[in-house]
């Protein structure tokens, strides 16, 4: 009966975890490392139409990006764009997490159905928010008009002041619960016993949240803002499908002009050096605010 029975395969058994790891170094190997040399490569070639050939044009795509006004504007956009939303996903996430902090009856739920905006693919958010901030038959639109913040005159979308903001609050509505749901977990972790000793000295809900939730809550906030920072800085779904870059160049973000580049243009070392930039940016930003805020994994 021993005899017979299926032995499993012997790596699956063995000791040394290479069979397992390999899998993963696959996939990293395809679609991580060689796409970022290849982007690299790409960044000193350009793609003559003529030609049908990429041909070799040194520094001339570094020298453009940093003499680029546009790609500085795209810049300076993605820096204003992830600074607002940061801003504002934090302080509202963390108002929500605070509110929902409950073992009541129904604040599971409640929290369960906040994870519903984040399965939905953001060009479909996108688009829910263009409709809703249509300058004729918009909800959002038809509400504020109502309310005499905007007139006909200036179309959510259409007005290079207003743009911006039309695209922040899809984003603010489909991240904010992402935040609370990470702002929740880190209230659930916290320890009992100071709470317990501020409230038997007195100590109001205010005082409480300054000096003992916040410093507790500084490493999961800090947490929380490295990896939203890090997407919102590299956002193009909701420009893309919103308002294009437009009007003008007022929501133009450093990931379309790449796309643009790349895509539209047919400049694809010009596109690459594009990402290769952001890239570096991102990388940059990241250590130095893990360094500052001494993020520990």
Same mark, same amino acid.
């Given at each position: 009966?021993?005899?017979s029975?299926?032995r499993?395969p012997r790596?699956?058994?063995?000791?040394?975890?290479?069979? =397992? +790891?390999?899998?993963?170094?696959?996939?990293?190997?395809?679609?991580?490392?060689y796409?970022f040399?290849?982007n #690299?490569?790409?960044?000193f070639?350009?793609?003559?139409p003529?030609k %049908?050939?990429?041909v070799?044009?040194?520094?001339?795509n570094w020298v453009q990006?940093?003499? !680029?006004?546009?790609m500085?504007?795209a810049f300076?956009v993605?820096?204003? *764009?992830?600074?607002?939303c940061?801003?504002?996903?934090?302080?509202?996430?963390m108002?929500?997490a605070?509110?929902i902090?409950s !073992?009541?009856?129904?604040?599971g739920?409640l929290?369960?159905?906040?994870?519903?905006?984040l399965v939905i693919?953001?060009?479909?958010?996108g688009?829910?928010? +263009?409709?809703m901030?249509?300058?004729?038959?918009?909800?959002?639109?038809?509400?504020?008009?109502s309310?005499?913040?905007?007139t006909?005159a200036?179309?959510i979308?259409?007005?290079?002041?207003l743009?911006? =903001?039309?695209v922040?609050?899809? !984003?603010?509505?489909?991240?904010?619960?992402f935040?609370v +749901? #990470?702002?929740?977990?880190?209230?659930?972790?916290l320890?009992?016993?100071?709470?317990?000793?501020?409230?038997?000295?007195g100590?109001?809900s =205010?005082?409480?949240?300054?000096?003992?939730t916040l410093?507790?809550?500084?490493?999961?906030?800090a947490?929380?803002v &490295? #990896?939203?920072?890090?997407?919102l800085?590299?956002m193009?779904d *909701?420009?893309?499908?919103?308002?294009?870059? $437009?009007p $003008?160049t007022?929501?133009?973000?450093?990931s379309l002009?790449?796309?643009?580049?790349?895509?539209?243009?047919?400049?694809?070392? *010009?596109?690459?050096?594009?990402?290769?930039?952001? &890239?570096?940016?991102?990388?940059i930003a990241?250590?130095?605010?893990?360094?500052v805020?001494?993020? %520990? =994994?």
């Open positions: 009966m021993t005899g029975m299926i499993a790596f699956m058994i063995a000791d040394h975890p290479l069979p =397992w +790891l390999l899998p993963l170094i696959v996939i990293l190997v395809v679609f991580a490392l796409p040399f290849y #690299i490569f790409l960044s070639h350009e793609f003559a003529r %049908r050939e990429l070799p044009v040194g520094f001339d990006l940093f003499a !680029d006004p546009r500085w504007n300076s993605t820096l204003l *764009y992830t600074g607002i940061l801003t504002i996903q934090v302080v509202l996430g108002a929500i605070l509110l902090d !073992d009541d009856p129904g604040f739920f929290r369960g159905v906040l994870t519903l905006t693919p953001p060009a479909i958010t688009m829910m928010f +263009l409709l901030q249509d300058a004729q038959f918009g909800i959002i639109t038809w509400t504020l008009q309310l005499g913040l905007l006909q200036t179309p979308l259409a007005t290079p002041s743009a911006l =903001w039309g922040i609050v899809a !984003d603010v509505w489909q991240w904010t619960p935040m +749901l #990470i702002f929740v977990a880190g209230l659930r972790s320890p009992r016993d100071p709470f317990e000793s501020a409230m038997i000295d100590a109001s =205010w005082q409480m949240f300054r000096r003992l410093p507790m809550m500084g490493k999961v906030i947490i929380a &490295l #990896i939203r920072g890090i997407d800085f590299r193009f *909701y420009v893309f499908v919103m308002t294009s870059g $437009g $003008g007022s929501t133009y973000t450093l002009y790449a796309w643009e580049q790349t895509f539209s243009f047919i400049k694809w070392g *010009y596109g690459a050096t594009l990402s290769l930039f952001a &890239l570096f940016v991102i990388l990241a250590n130095l605010f893990v360094v805020f001494k993020v %520990r =994994w």
